[in-house]
């Protein structure tokens, strides 16, 4: 079976309304972060069930903003994901405070495992950051209550669930702050972007004034009007152009979602009997969730590289989600995983994401599915 050609890793479906709503944009001539930044921001609210959010440049600058909103600083430690992006590790050290990375859960459960966080508690810590991997919900009934009991802040990287359905509420909005992405490759794209949503309005503030240098009052053309700065602040401030498009995609969202559920449940159907690969979440398939990935994790002794060129030669783009934080060079010199990370670990090197995005065809997961199957050598 041949698809109609390569098969991209991600793609966007970006087309012509976001066109248009950008044209808007540069027609009205105000580019940074206005009224359109405003609507994006009521609109997602409104999506989370929430009051207010808070958009900012990158998802990046929702961790930092959110760190800081919390008051988490020097010496305090944080425990989150060895397997993530390393941009909550980068924030936290980026504040003063430690990065304790901690273990998911299993082979097929990529989520981070509570009771790992638990038992990585210490007097010095402040914050859990749990990281909704792929788009499907951590165990958030257990994090909270882990919080809960030992006084300590929940951040949601949400960057790869936006508006997403979980028992008692949506993900993003059940921790004390949730960050998203809007990032080139997310389901919701700006090319780059992110919000924020928080539980406290004092925190909600806090994001606000310093994302724009803590100014007051707040301002977006500085020099048009006297001003004070109350507080150290940034410039995460995104453009009306991101917001146009932003609110595009948005209302695109749930269209676009069904079309990878459909994709997600081909792969799954072609793959499962596929001797010793891993089809994470399988298990959740009746759960709302992104589908913001679509990672397998090889046979153990399969060489990774050697799987994944033989798929590059069939013109079939992967990647890995992701290399594990605590293996990165600069957290093994300057912050060690203390104790093990054993299913981390395990899966490391066999960790790959296939192709997955709206605008594949059910065509093209089932060549991709034929092409796993040969590289792994038939095997079922």
Same mark, same amino acid.
């Given at each position: 079976?041949?698809?109609?050609?390569?098969?991209?890793?991600?793609?966007?479906?970006?087309?012509?309304?976001?066109?248009?709503?950008?044209?808007?944009?540069?027609?009205?001539?105000?580019?940074?972060?206005?009224?359109?930044?405003?609507?994006?921001?009521?609109?997602?609210?409104?999506?989370?069930?929430?009051?207010?959010?808070?958009?900012?440049?990158?998802?990046?600058?929702?961790?930092?903003?959110?760190?800081?909103?919390?008051?988490?600083?020097?010496?305090?430690?944080?425990?989150?994901?060895?397997?993530?992006?390393?941009?909550?590790?980068?924030?936290?050290?980026?504040?003063?405070?430690?990065?304790?990375?901690?273990?998911?859960?299993?082979?097929?459960?990529?989520?981070?495992?509570?009771?790992?966080?638990?038992?990585?508690?210490?007097?010095?810590?402040?914050?859990?950051?749990?990281?909704?991997?792929?788009?499907?919900?951590?165990?958030?009934?257990?994090?909270?209550?882990?919080?809960?009991?030992?006084?300590?802040?929940?951040?949601?990287?949400?960057?790869?669930?936006?508006?997403?359905?979980?028992?008692?509420?949506?993900?993003?909005?059940?921790?004390?702050?949730?960050?998203?992405?809007?990032?080139?490759?997310?389901?919701?794209?700006?090319?780059?972007?992110?919000?924020?949503?928080?539980?406290?309005?004092?925190? *909600?503030? +806090?994001?606000? %004034?310093?994302?724009? =240098?803590? @100014?007051? $009052?707040?301002?977006?053309? !500085? /020099? #048009?009007?006297?001003?004070?700065?109350?507080?150290?602040?940034?410039?995460?401030?995104?453009?009306?152009?991101?917001?146009?498009?932003?609110?595009?995609?948005?209302?695109?969202?749930?269209?676009?979602?069904?079309?990878?559920?459909?994709?997600?449940?081909?792969?799954?159907?072609?793959?499962?009997?596929?001797?010793?690969?891993?089809?994470?979440? *399988?298990? +959740?398939?009746? %759960?709302?969730?992104? =589908?913001? @990935?679509? $990672?397998?994790?090889?046979? !153990? /002794? #399969?060489?990774?590289?050697?799987?994944?060129?033989?798929?590059?030669?069939?013109?079939?783009?992967?990647?890995?989600?992701?290399?594990?934080?605590?293996?990165?060079?600069?957290?093994?010199?300057?912050?060690?995983?203390?104790?093990?990370?054993?299913?981390?670990?395990?899966?490391?090197?066999?960790?790959?994401?296939?192709?997955?995005?709206?605008?594949?065809?059910?065509?093209? %997961?089932?060549?991709?599915?034929?092409?796993?199957?040969?590289?792994?050598?038939? /095997?079922?």
């Amino acid at each position: 079976m041949g698809a109609a050609g390569p098969v991209t890793l991600a793609d966007t479906t970006v087309g012509e309304e976001e066109t248009a709503a950008v044209a808007e944009v540069l027609a009205g001539g105000w580019l940074s972060s206005g009224p359109v930044t405003e609507s994006f921001e009521r609109e997602f609210a409104k999506a989370l069930g929430k009051a207010d959010a808070i958009a900012v440049s990158s998802g990046t600058a929702a961790l930092h903003l959110s760190l800081l909103a919390l008051g988490i600083g020097p010496g305090d430690e944080v425990i989150m994901p060895a397997l993530s992006f390393v941009a909550s590790a980068a924030m936290t050290v980026a504040v003063g405070a430690v990065p304790v990375f901690a273990d998911v859960r299993a082979e097929d459960d990529l989520t981070i495992d509570p009771a790992d966080v638990a038992a990585r508690v210490t007097d010095r810590t402040k914050a859990v950051v749990v990281m909704h991997y792929g788009g499907y919900a951590a165990d958030m009934a257990a994090l909270t209550a882990l919080t809960a009991r030992h006084s300590l802040k929940l951040i949601e990287d949400a960057a790869h669930a936006p508006v997403v359905r979980h028992d008692t509420g949506m993900l993003g909005g059940l921790g004390d702050v949730g960050c998203f992405s809007f990032h080139a490759t997310k389901n919701l794209t700006t090319g780059e972007g992110g919000m924020i949503v928080a539980a406290d309005p004092d925190v *909600a503030a +806090r994001c606000r %004034a310093t994302r724009s =240098h803590a @100014l007051t $009052p707040y301002c977006d053309r !500085p /020099g #048009t009007q006297g001003y004070d700065v109350t507080g150290l602040g940034f410039n995460y401030r995104p453009t009306e152009i991101s917001s146009a498009i932003g609110r595009v995609q948005l209302g695109r969202l749930r269209t676009d979602r069904t079309v990878r559920a459909g994709l997600v449940t081909c792969y799954r159907k072609l793959l499962v009997g596929v001797k010793g690969l891993v089809l994470p979440f *399988a298990h +959740r398939a009746d %759960a709302d969730t992104a =589908h913001h @990935l679509f $990672p397998v994790v090889l046979p !153990p /002794g #399969t060489d990774r590289e050697d799987f994944r060129a033989a798929l590059h030669e069939a013109g079939i783009q992967t990647s890995v989600h992701y290399p594990p934080t605590h293996q990165l060079s600069y957290y093994r010199r300057h912050h060690p995983s203390v104790g093990g990370l054993p299913v981390t670990d395990a899966i490391a090197e066999r960790l790959v994401s296939l192709p997955l995005h709206a605008r594949m065809t059910p065509r093209d %997961a089932e060549y991709v599915a034929a092409r796993v199957v040969v590289a792994l050598g038939g /095997g079922r």
